[in-house]
């Protein structure tokens, strides 16, 4: 468990508040949200994130197409992230790779990988969930195939079957 507790508050944008000064290029991508969201549950923290809503209570359309973005990879993938907490024997997070682990059952650890990650392409980490058997499943896809060599970890590149490739999130049973 972490020594502390921590919350990243942020906007999508450059401003607390609605600002119609605000133009495409000042909002955070759904990729880079999602990556900060990831990153901040696997190191032990929550991301509070802000919108700006118009008096009448309505989001700007590119707003609201992040927060579906955010949703529809949470509609799939959340069980990696909502009742988690870091995983803590990882000590070799990159910048595309990071881990969780269930805290309604410590048998259960999640890997997730960032956008970015070629589709086909094997993962390999070590110091993360290591599986019993061969069960691993890739959320929106199903099983996929493990091995365990000299404590690292290789799962088989496979394409998934989901357009929302932001970042994938593999189950693994400990």
Not at 58 to 82: C, F, H, K, M
């Amino acid at each position: 468990r972490p020594a502390y507790l921590w919350a990243d508050e942020m906007t999508i944008g450059t401003s607390w508040g609605l600002s119609r000064l605000e133009g495409p290029s000042d909002y955070k991508t759904s990729q880079d949200l999602i990556n900060i969201l990831v990153n901040n549950v696997a190191l032990g923290g929550v991301l509070i994130l802000n919108v700006g809503p118009a008096s009448d209570g309505t989001i700007r359309p590119i707003q609201q197409e992040r927060l579906l973005d955010i949703g529809s990879w949470l509609s799939v993938n959340g069980e990696a992230i909502y009742n988690t907490t870091y995983f803590a024997t990882a000590t070799n997070y990159t910048d595309k790779v990071y881990f969780t682990q269930s805290v309604l059952d410590k048998s259960v650890g999640y890997v997730i990988v960032l956008g970015g990650h070629h589709e086909g392409e094997a993962i390999t980490y070590k110091n993360g969930p290591v599986p019993t058997g061969s069960t691993v499943e890739l959320f929106g896809h199903g099983s996929v195939g493990v091995s365990v060599q000299d404590g690292a970890v290789t799962i088989e590149g496979v394409i998934p079957t989901t357009p929302l490739n932001f970042a994938w999130a593999y189950k693994v049973q400990m």
